[in-house]
T-cell receptor
């Protein structure tokens, strides 16, 4: 059974710092891995999607890496801003592009001005 | 292009009552998914429609939950009778025929008192 774990559960850092969010999964047989952002009262916004054959994806100040063999992914946020404050969710899909997503419990990030 | 929409945004009902949640996927998206997040837990998969057919309903918690997608367009999720532990946020997502990225709606926050 696939389980996704995110550490830490909460993180508070001052504005401008670079930070790393961690995600681990128990079954390395994944189709892809995705990082989402959730703002209070809002839906989920997809940030980065990494296919199983890829090692990393970048979008602006965000960089996500994937190491399938060790069952780990990291989300790197450069030069953090108060607007980055949100809950970040890691999620994996196992079999195909149509199968269900399995989510971690998230990291609640707070950027202090 | 309109995104995934959900109605209502928030529902407060008493234990034992019935509630029906609605999801309108992005036009042309054959795949429709329901997920929920109950207090303190991660987002969990409920079920997956391909057009009007249930492809995977392995996440449905019990027979108090009934999902339908008549005509393969919008979907409803009925909870009857509602219990306290059903409180949480119910998300809907859709994706194109064949799979691909899932686009999430804003969620319906259900509170059972």
């Amino acid at each position: 059974k696939q389980e996704v774990t995110q550490i830490p559960a909460a993180l508070s850092v001052p504005e401008g710092e670079n930070l790393v969010l961690n995600c681990s999964f128990t079954d390395s047989a994944i189709y892809n891995l995705q990082w989402f952002r959730q703002d209070p009262g809002k839906g989920l916004t997809s940030l980065l999607l990494i296919q199983s054959s890829q090692r990393e994806q970048t979008s602006g100040r965000l960089n996500a890496s994937l190491d399938k063999s060790s069952g780990r992914s990291t989300l790197y946020i450069a030069a953090s801003q108060p607007g980055d404050s949100a809950t970040y969710l890691c999620a994996v899909r196992r079999y195909s592009s149509a199968s269900k997503i399995i989510f971690g419990s998230g990291t609640r990030l707070s950027i202090r001005p | 292009e309109a995104g995934v929409t959900q109605f209502p945004s928030h529902s407060v009902i008493e234990k034992g009552q019935t509630v029906t949640l609605r999801c309108d996927p992005i036009s042309g998206h054959d795949n429709l998914y329901w997920y929920r997040r109950v207090m303190g837990k991660e987002i969990k998969f409920l079920l997956h429609f391909v057009k009007e057919s249930k492809q995977d309903e392995s996440g449905m918690p019990n027979n108090r939950f009934l999902a339908e997608r008549t005509g393969g367009t919008y979907s409803t999720l009925k909870v009857q009778p509602a219990e306290l532990e059903d409180s949480g946020v119910y998300f809907c997502a859709s994706s194109q025929p064949g799979g691909g990225e899932q686009y999430f709606g804003p969620g319906t926050r259900l509170t059972v008192t």
